[in-house]
């Protein structure tokens, strides 16, 4: 079965990793082969799954992928996964926080049921740096999680990030009734593909960083407010006319499409001592 975990304070101990957690199975053949069907895996593929459970996902995955890398933590499912897969030579089981795993170099997809304690930061090790190999994937997260994501209305700058690179959807809510034991709120699945034609070139994926860092201190500011310190007032006016914006509005308001003409007026005419600057993280 796969897994979903929930941080459980009764069952961590010290020196525990940050996704030691409570485990939660889905328990839906049909759901299950839902998922993997969503991704249009080849012999050709390297596919991971990041918490692997007792592998419900992963013998699917292995009998379509060209390798398949199950990570998991708790040792009772991983020893579970070793007896389960020890003759499928495209399947690795790697006994590791999900959060200290190396990614691959080459080009992956991703299809997990991921803890949800830890949703936001394996997100980010996937999409924060579009220079890695992460192509696409199908993830199974908390609703409420899924639904900022993918929301028109953006309150944190990382998922304005994201979507310079990668085209991220809902997909479908899931039941809280095809998790065993059922957790206290609904899941959803969200598709992940990278954009064939990226807003920003993944090369000034740290330049967009940086102005976006600045421009989203505070999500609710006023376009004019926001824009201050970066853009002189001639050139906010003109970048309004732009963006098509009559009226003020919120930048969480903006579209990508919107924060692309924003990036490319910004390298084009701001000097570059102007632009807000982000330090590169490993």
């Given at each position: 079965?796969?897994?979903?975990?929930?941080?459980?304070?009764?069952?961590?101990?010290?020196?525990?990793?940050?996704?030691?957690?409570?485990?939660?199975?889905?328990?839906?053949?049909?759901?299950?082969?839902?998922?993997?069907?969503?991704?249009?895996?080849?012999?050709?593929?390297?596919?991971?799954?990041?918490?692997?459970?007792?592998?419900?996902?992963?013998?699917?995955?292995?009998?379509?992928?060209?390798?398949?890398?199950?990570?998991?933590?708790?040792?009772?499912?991983?020893?579970?996964?070793?007896?389960?897969?020890?003759?499928?030579?495209?399947?690795?089981?790697?006994?590791?926080?999900i959060l200290q795993f190396r990614?691959?170099?080459?080009?992956?997809?991703?299809?997990?049921?991921?803890?949800?304690?830890?949703?936001?930061?394996?997100?980010?090790?996937?999409?924060?740096?579009?220079?890695?190999?992460?192509?696409?994937?199908?993830?199974?997260?908390?609703?409420?999680?899924?639904?900022?994501?993918?929301?028109?209305?953006?309150?944190?700058?990382?998922?304005?990030?994201?979507?310079?690179?990668?085209?991220?959807?809902?997909?479908?809510?899931?039941?809280?009734?095809?998790?065993?034991?059922?957790?206290?709120?609904?899941?959803?699945?969200?598709?992940?593909?990278?954009?064939?034609?990226?807003?920003?070139?993944?090369?000034?994926?740290?330049?967009?960083?940086?102005?976006?860092?600045?421009?989203?201190?505070?999500?609710?500011?006023?376009?004019?407010?926001?824009?201050?310190?970066?853009?002189?007032?001639?050139?906010?006016?003109?970048?309004?006319?732009?963006?098509?914006?009559?009226?003020?509005?919120?930048?969480?308001?903006?579209?990508?499409?919107?924060?692309?003409?924003?990036?490319?007026?910004?390298?084009?005419?701001?000097?570059?001592?102007?632009?807000?600057?982000?330090?590169?993280?490993?």
């Open positions: 079965m796969t897994t979903n975990k929930y941080k459980s304070t009764k069952k961590i101990t010290r020196g525990a990793p940050r996704n030691f957690s409570g485990q939660h199975l889905m328990h839906s053949n049909k759901l299950i082969h839902e998922i993997v069907d969503q991704v249009k895996i080849s012999r050709h593929d390297t596919v991971l799954d990041l918490g692997a459970g007792k592998g419900a996902l992963t013998s699917v995955l292995s009998q379509r992928a060209g390798k398949v890398l199950a990570v998991e933590y708790d040792i009772e499912f991983v020893e579970v996964l070793k007896r389960k897969f020890f003759q499928q030579k495209n399947t690795k089981i790697i006994h590791e926080d990614l691959p170099k080459e080009p992956f997809i991703v299809v997990s049921n991921i803890p949800y304690s830890i949703t936001t930061p394996i997100m980010k090790m996937l999409l924060n740096n579009p220079s890695i190999g992460f192509q696409r994937g199908v993830i199974v997260m908390e609703k409420g999680a899924a639904k900022r994501f993918t929301s028109n209305m953006v309150k944190d700058p990382y998922v304005i990030a994201w979507r310079m690179w990668f085209d991220i959807r809902y997909s479908k809510e899931i039941s809280r009734k095809n998790f065993s034991p059922p957790p206290r709120v609904d899941s959803a699945m969200i598709s992940i593909n990278r954009k064939a034609r990226p807003i920003v070139p993944t090369s000034d994926y740290l330049i967009f960083w940086g102005m976006v860092n600045y421009l989203f201190k505070s999500p609710r500011s006023s376009i004019d407010l926001a824009f201050k310190g970066i853009f002189t007032p001639p050139q906010i006016k003109q970048l309004k006319r732009n963006l098509g914006v009559k009226n003020d509005r919120p930048v969480a308001s903006l579209s990508e499409q919107q924060w692309g003409i924003i990036f490319k007026t910004m390298v084009k005419h701001v000097p570059k001592f102007r632009w807000p600057k982000i330090k590169k993280r490993n």
